[in-house]
């Protein structure tokens, strides 16, 4: 008897196992018993036409609940995939769920690219081939490929320097298929002549960025030319035999100099390519007073630290600041904090946003500020002169400690550049201006700063002071004197900057240290 138990046992055993077995020899397959009564039917990718005993029954994923326990043979169709048959034993004591991995037909591309009969020997090959859907092919040095892809239309694209592109569309079936792509030699076209700046300064100390101009165009094929620089009299002041290249982007770089090296003239050159009987020309303008450097944000308007500068940032430049300082301040001793940008949207006009923090313990204050700064006369002669208006708005406590305070400021700075050797560059400022606080205070006040900015190679110094003088109440006159030194590594955009100073209203004495990072562009 226990035979017999044993026996009837393994057969149930061997027929739920047997009705869970996947038959479609594919690994992604999987058949699994689960409780409750039924078959559910699953596929990759869904949306497979399901057919059970030669009847369609629906697409999948399907549920079939009703099906009675037996066997059934099952075929799952989807456009542009295999077909799979398969199988499968049903029984009253559990749930059959079965995931199916459809597959797209399979064929081989036998892929060659050639040289059109006729073509130059010496002229570079080295096609690039794509397809469409499946990417870049790599090629053996024979230029073949072997591409296994599911059937279907593709696109072939072959591209080679000196090369006319060659697009190829090809049906791969499940058989090989040959595809043979010739290229024809391209002929020559230039064209796409850009700069990366229309202005540059020779004389400038960041010359990796104001310095030179960099050309690109595009060429087909390989070629030979010159680079000529005319200037505004028809000469030719500079000239450079262009090299051989071998590819489709060329880049030639320019520093504002003639033949022998010498800084030129300030002007309009135009920038002339020749190659293989075309020519491509250009403008470009030689400015002595272009200049890129960080300036202190503190005041919501660029300049040292205590006096706004007249200079303003080159046409679409920007810098970015943010800084934190430390120190014992009129209302608080605490670490406020601001954080500014600043842009040149075009010529001689800049416009700045600085956002601060003061941090408290009960009552944080904060505030914004707004300048926009027009450039009259640049540091050509080297006189610069700026006109400079500014708006502060905060809260009851967010009066940046450092600045004017909240309202509308006027400004007028006027710098004068001198240098006293090669390496060094000396401006000093002098910046007055008129404040008012209102609305309830309509009674504007005095502002007076002074100013000294050293420049030696990436290190810029300054030295400022600033008197606020309230001719209504004498007693709020205040004294600002601070310094401070930006480092501006070259060629990296990146500064870093620190500062320091001191204040007094009074008889109240303070003092302040901060630290900043940036990037001016």
């Not at 504007?444 to 810029?460: M, N, Q, R, T």
Request: hydrophobic share 40%; net charge negative.
């Amino acid at each position: 008897m226990y035979k017999i138990h044993f026996f009837i046992f393994f057969l149930c055993f061997f027929s739920l196992i047997a009705g869970a077995q996947n038959p479609g020899n594919i690994v992604a397959d999987n058949f699994e018993e689960t409780a409750g009564r039924g078959l559910v039917i699953r596929s990759n990718p869904a949306g497979a036409r399901v057919f059970i005993n030669g009847v369609e029954y629906g697409l999948t994923p399907i549920t079939l609940n009703s099906l009675a326990p037996g066997g059934y043979s099952i075929s799952l169709v989807k456009e542009n995939y295999t077909s799979r048959n398969f199988d499968v034993t049903l029984f009253s004591t559990g749930r059959l769920v079965v995931s199916i991995k459809m597959e797209q037909p399979q064929g081989q591309v036998q892929l060659s690219i050639l040289k059109a009969e006729g073509s130059r020997a010496a002229l570079p090959f080295n096609p690039q081939v794509s397809v469409s859907s499946f990417g870049s092919v790599a090629l053996d040095d024979n230029y073949k490929a072997e591409i296994n892809l599911p059937a279907g239309y593709y696109t072939f694209r072959a591209q080679a320097f000196g090369w006319e592109d060659t697009v190829m569309a090809v049906l791969v079936t499940e058989d090989s298929v040959p595809v043979n792509i010739v290229m024809n030699p391209a002929l020559f076209k230039m064209e796409n002549l850009s700069q990366s700046r229309s202005k540059i300064n020779p004389m400038s100390q960041n010359e990796t960025r104001l310095g030179t101009a960099e050309y690109r165009f595009e060429v087909t094929a390989p070629y030979s030319g010159f680079f000529n620089v005319i200037d505004n009299n028809g000469s030719i002041v500079f000239r450079k035999q262009l090299e051989y290249s071998d590819t489709r982007i060329q880049r030639f770089t320019w520093n504002g100099k003639d033949s022998f090296g010498n800084p030129l003239p300030e002007g309009i050159y135009t920038i002339s390519v020749e190659a293989e009987n075309t020519q491509l020309k250009i403008e470009t303008e030689i400015d002595y007073s272009l200049n890129l450097f960080p300036l202190s944000l503190n005041n919501g308007i660029s300049g040292l630290i205590f006096s706004p500068l007249p200079n303003t940032l080159p046409a679409g430049s920007f810098q970015i600041e943010a800084d934190t300082y430390y120190g014992n301040f009129d209302s608080f001793t605490g670490f406020p904090f601001i954080f500014g940008i600043r842009v040149s949207p075009i010529n001689k006009l800049e416009t700045t946003v600085v956002f601060n923090l003061n941090p408290r313990n009960n009552d944080t204050g904060w505030g914004i500020t707004g300048s926009i700064k027009y450039e009259l006369v640049k540091n050509d002669f080297p006189v610069a002169f700026a006109l400079g208006i500014s708006y502060s708005y905060t809260n009851d406590t967010g009066e940046h400690p450092l600045s004017a305070g909240k309202g509308i400021g006027f400004y007028i700075p006027l710098s004068y550049n001198f240098s006293s050797g090669s390496l060094f560059s000396n401006t000093i400022v002098f910046s007055p201006g008129v404040f008012w606080h209102g609305p309830n205070d309509l009674t504007p006040f005095l502002l007076l700063s002074l100013g000294y900015l050293l420049e030696y190679k990436d290190i810029y110094s300054g030295l400022s002071v600033r008197a606020e003088i309230d001719f209504k109440d004498f007693s709020k006159f205040r004294i600002f004197a601070g310094a401070e030194v930006r480092l501006f590594p070259i060629p990296s955009g990146l500064y870093f900057s620190l500062q320091a100073g001191m204040w007094t209203q009074n008889s109240n004495l303070g003092g302040f240290g901060g630290l900043g990072i940036g990037v001016v562009y």
